[in-house]
């Protein structure tokens, strides 16, 4: 037992998360469920696994941002997307910054150990139902999603997500221990940097860039 490879699991759908943990814990130590990003990167600071299982859309902190920061907190931890977006541009952008593997939630058991397994021994792995050509050109030529993710910082980004999920300024502030006057400087200076004019506007971006989920 002291040998087997430590899985977290991050997916905000109980039945998802469950499903995976009693598929995975027959071959790998889990040693924890969570179902937000932000409990992710905490979580994951304090149990430091070798390998996470998390979707894309999840509150309060999406799969991306919070796999981008997992990846800067421990380099060496293994992330493999398993979602229900097919959307190429959504695969490229999770492989750009620091996926090993990306899954639909169509697979079957037995693909999603295996992507485990390969991910493990330095590999990467893709869904079987996913276009792998169009990701890889996109993964190594498409540089655009990583410029823009430089226009807002982590915070705003986390301030962004929350008011597009409809939560309201003491809500956001409650979150993210901040006065609610504090989110709202980043709510304008948001709208300032990225020249929106409204709120629908900041959604419009946000959803555009994968930072919450249609």
Do not use: W
């Not at 998360?17 to 932000?38: H, Q």
């Not at 696994?49 to 990846?71: E, F, S, Y």
């Not at 506007?201 to 919450?212: C, F, G, Q, S, T």
Request: overall charge positive; aromatic content about 4%; charged content about 30%.
């Amino acid at each position: 037992m002291k040998n087997r490879s430590r899985i977290l699991i991050a997916d905000d759908h109980n039945l998802v998360a469950e499903m995976c943990k009693r598929l995975l814990e027959t071959e790998f130590d889990v040693v924890g469920v969570v179902s937000d990003g932000r409990a992710l990167v905490r979580v994951a600071a304090e149990l430091r696994p070798d390998v996470v299982v998390l979707d894309i859309a999840m509150p309060i902190l999406n799969g991306l941002d919070a796999g981008q920061r997992l990846k800067a907190m421990l380099p060496s931890v293994k992330l493999v997307y398993l979602t229900m977006n097919p959307d190429v541009e959504v695969a490229a952008e999770a492989f750009r910054r620091g996926a090993s593997g990306y899954l639909l939630k169509t697979c079957t058991a037995s693909e999603l150990v295996l992507a485990v397994r390969d991910v493990l021994r330095g590999k990467s792995y893709m869904s079987k139902a996913l276009p792998c050509d169009s990701i890889n050109f996109l993964r190594l030529q498409d540089k655009e999603l990583v410029q823009e993710n430089e226009r807002l910082t982590e915070r705003q980004r986390e301030v962004l997500q929350l008011l597009a999920e409809g939560k309201v300024m003491k809500e956001v502030g409650d979150l993210l221990r901040m006065a609610p006057r504090t989110v709202a400087y980043h709510k304008y200076r948001m709208m300032e940097v990225l020249g929106a004019k409204s709120n629908a506007e900041l959604i419009k971006y946000a959803l555009r860039n994968y930072i919450v989920a249609a």
